[in-house]
């Protein structure tokens, strides 16, 4: 990525200094468990924005990150471009073309309302939202009128999301996200592709009425997330193969100013969708209506503190009995935020629970040493059965210290 950025820079450099703008942030990261070191990361996060003129942009995004343990995920280092699109006007349309992050969601939680954007969960839910974003290859339009906006997108092939593979700290242990499989160490399990074939098209329409912000929304293509079949051999074990179908989904969404509280809200359709289900050791695949609800709002709570509190409902209608995935899905979470010392520190809590009793508590202390230094340090621990989202990583309770540098 370092090199494609700076091929660009003979081009840059010839426009003027005002319309190059270059965003970095250098990190260490550094995470424990049960008194042992599992992981030191450097990583790099880069971004560039070049104007040529008033209607043509180019913008780059990604990072480099090299980990000395290995034992995350089985890599020492990886370099990933996040965007790579140039912008610009014609036809009264602004276009994009590129690789391409688009985020329609107004809550950040595991049920996804998101339809274009997959998400890296290599790392479960741990890494910021809009950092796990992934980058989609696509052509996107986007056209203003007085009452609203409209936004197309087209991609030749689907992101999907990208998943913890066999060994990776964070595998899955559920049940429900091993096609109905217990978990048994250092099986051979099925591992899970990154993309999936078939193109993908989506439309939005944003607008405005009487204080409140809105959208409806409609997506076409390969499911985000994989299923899975026994795939037979003549000389040799069943084989579990994993694959993708095609999933349909209209949703919309809403946000309103009410005082000191912001409210938003999320619905998704999606009309026959496919589910794994499992009996017996046989894999099977059955087509179901699922409907998603969530609800969120923002206030500045007591003593100037930040409250976000989110509750989703997740339900697949009419569900077989031996449906992989429970057929209801109830998922909350409550943040807390406050800053002191004439905002040197920021103190962080964020609670997340689900209707199987588990979840996730995560505390974290952020010291800001300058405009371009900031220094955490936090603590993340898991409880529950090990048949839901959070309790399967009961075991992997962690203290990490974290350093950033802006520049």
Same mark, same amino acid.
């Given at each position: 990525?370092?090199?494609?950025?700076? #091929?660009?820079?003979?081009?840059?450099?010839?426009?003027?200094?005002?319309?190059?703008?270059?965003?970095?942030?250098? #990190?260490? @990261?550094?995470?424990?468990?049960?008194?042992?070191? @599992?992981?030191?990361?450097?990583?790099?996060?880069?971004?560039?924005? =070049?104007?040529?003129?008033?209607?043509?942009?180019?913008?780059?995004?990604?990072?480099?990150?090299? &980990?000395?343990?290995?034992?995350?995920?089985?890599?020492?280092?990886?370099?990933?471009? %996040?965007?790579?699109?140039?912008?610009?006007?014609?036809?009264?349309?602004?276009?994009?073309?590129?690789?391409?992050?688009?985020?329609?969601?107004?809550?950040?939680?595991?049920?996804?309302?998101?339809?274009? $954007?997959?998400?890296?969960?290599?790392?479960?839910?741990?890494?910021?939202?809009?950092?796990?974003?992934?980058?989609?290859?696509?052509?996107?339009?986007?056209?203003?009128?007085?009452?609203?906006?409209?936004?197309?997108?087209?991609?030749?092939?689907?992101?999907?999301?990208?998943?913890?593979?066999?060994?990776?700290?964070?595998?899955?242990?559920?049940?429900?996200?091993?096609?109905?499989?217990?978990?048994?160490?250092?099986?051979?399990?099925?591992?899970?592709?990154? #993309?999936?074939? #078939?193109?993908?098209?989506?439309?939005?329409?944003?607008?405005?009425?009487?204080?409140?912000?809105?959208?409806?929304? +409609?997506?076409?293509?390969?499911?985000?997330?994989?299923? +899975?079949?026994?795939?037979?051999?003549?000389?040799?074990?069943?084989?579990?193969? $994993?694959?993708?179908?095609?999933?349909?989904?209209? !949703?919309?969404?809403?946000? %309103?100013?009410? !005082?000191?509280?912001?409210?938003?809200?999320?619905?998704?359709?999606?009309?026959?969708? @496919?589910?794994?289900?499992?009996? *017996?050791?046989?894999?099977? =695949? $059955?087509?179901?209506?699922?409907?998603?609800?969530?609800?969120?709002?923002?206030?500045?709570?007591?003593?100037?503190?930040?409250?976000?509190?989110?509750?989703?409902?997740?339900?697949?209608?009419?569900?077989?009995? $031996?449906?992989?995935?429970?057929?209801?899905?109830?998922?909350?979470?409550?943040?807390?935020?406050?800053?002191?010392?004439?905002?040197?520190?920021?103190?962080?809590?964020?609670?997340? !629970?689900?209707?199987?009793?588990?979840?996730?508590?995560?505390?974290?202390?952020? @010291?800001?040493?300058? &405009?371009?230094?900031?220094?955490?340090?936090?603590?993340?621990?898991?409880?529950?059965?090990?048949?839901?989202?959070?309790? *399967?990583?009961?075991?992997?309770?962690?203290?990490?210290?974290?350093?950033?540098?802006?520049?």
């Amino acid at each position: 990525m370092r090199l494609l950025l700076l #091929s660009f820079l003979p081009l840059a450099l010839q426009a003027q200094e005002s319309a190059v703008q270059f965003d970095n942030r250098l #990190s260490l @990261y550094s995470g424990m468990s049960d008194g042992s070191l @599992y992981e030191s990361r450097l990583q790099w996060d880069g971004k560039a924005v =070049i104007s040529l003129d008033d209607s043509l942009d180019l913008r780059f995004s990604g990072y480099l990150w090299s &980990d000395s343990q290995a034992n995350l995920s089985g890599e020492h280092q990886a370099a990933y471009l %996040r965007e790579a699109f140039v912008s610009f006007t014609w036809q009264g349309l602004d276009w994009q073309l590129g690789k391409q992050v688009h985020s329609w969601s107004k809550l950040d939680n595991l049920v996804n309302f998101e339809q274009v $954007t997959a998400r890296d969960f290599s790392r479960f839910i741990l890494s910021n939202f809009d950092d796990s974003a992934r980058g989609q290859w696509m052509l996107s339009a986007t056209r203003a009128t007085e009452q609203g906006q409209w936004q197309w997108l087209v991609a030749p092939t689907t992101q999907v999301h990208k998943l913890p593979h066999q060994g990776d700290r964070y595998e899955f242990k559920a049940p429900r996200l091993r096609f109905g499989f217990p978990y048994v160490a250092n099986a051979s399990t099925a591992k899970v592709a990154n #993309s999936a074939g #078939s193109p993908l098209v989506a439309m939005r329409y944003e607008g405005y009425s009487q204080e409140w912000q809105w959208s409806v929304q +409609a997506r076409y293509g390969d499911d985000f997330e994989p299923l +899975a079949r026994w795939q037979q051999n003549p000389d040799a074990q069943p084989q579990l193969n $994993t694959f993708y179908k095609k999933r349909g989904t209209v !949703g919309a969404s809403a946000s %309103r100013q009410l !005082g000191e509280a912001v409210l938003r809200a999320e619905l998704l359709l999606s009309p026959s969708r @496919y589910f794994n289900t499992h009996e *017996q050791g046989q894999l099977s =695949i $059955t087509r179901h209506h699922q409907f998603a609800a969530g609800l969120g709002i923002d206030v500045n709570g007591p003593w100037d503190t930040f409250v976000n509190l989110q509750l989703v409902w997740d339900q697949v209608l009419s569900p077989a009995e $031996t449906l992989v995935r429970p057929a209801t899905d109830r998922i909350w979470s409550l943040t807390l935020r406050r800053d002191f010392a004439a905002q040197r520190w920021l103190s962080e809590m964020r609670w997340y !629970g689900s209707n199987a009793g588990d979840g996730l508590i995560r505390l974290a202390l952020t @010291y800001i040493a300058s &405009d371009n230094l900031e220094l955490k340090a936090g603590v993340d621990w898991f409880y529950g059965a090990n048949n839901g989202y959070f309790g *399967q990583y009961s075991e992997l309770d962690q203290l990490n210290v974290q350093a950033h540098w802006y520049f």
